[in-house]
């Protein structure tokens, strides 16, 4: 499984960008997790296959939406509203399991993609 991320890039505080994901094989979770610089590994949200349900961290709910394309093998991160602190590399993951809760430990993935910079500017 081989998963490519594209669409991030630098913005000012209050506007958009859309993340995307494409992913290689037959997958039953995706999720985004972020990392800030000097900061650990952060969960963002999760989708599972069949709802799809999806989860988010309180600090970007309702600001982002997380969604699939299964013709397209491709996953998004719709981000609105960001903010500075959104700023951070942000990478996308992905599981074959079928596995219980919001998926919110790394260790849930077993697949990553290579990650996409976003730059939210004040």
């Known amino acids: 499984v081989q998963l490519v991320e594209s669409g991030g890039g630098s913005v000012q505080a209050g506007g958009s960008l859309r993340l995307s994901c494409v992913v290689s094989?037959?997958?039953?979770?995706m999720g985004w997790f972020r990392q800030a610089p000097g900061k650990g590994l952060e969960w963002v949200s999760t989708i599972k296959r069949g709802g799809p349900t999806t989860y988010y961290a309180d600090s970007v709910k309702g600001r982002f939406t997380i969604s699939q394309d299964n013709a397209k093998n491709t996953l998004y991160l719709q981000m609105n509203s960001l903010k500075p602190e959104d700023t951070a590399m942000y990478y996308c993951?992905?599981?074959?399991?079928?596995?219980?809760?919001?998926?919110?430990?790394?260790?849930?993935?077993?697949?990553w993609g290579q990650g996409t910079q976003v730059t939210v500017s004040s």
């Open positions: 094989g037959y997958i039953v979770s």
């Open positions: 993951a992905a599981d074959r399991r079928y596995s219980g809760g919001s998926l919110r430990n790394p260790a849930d993935f077993v697949y």
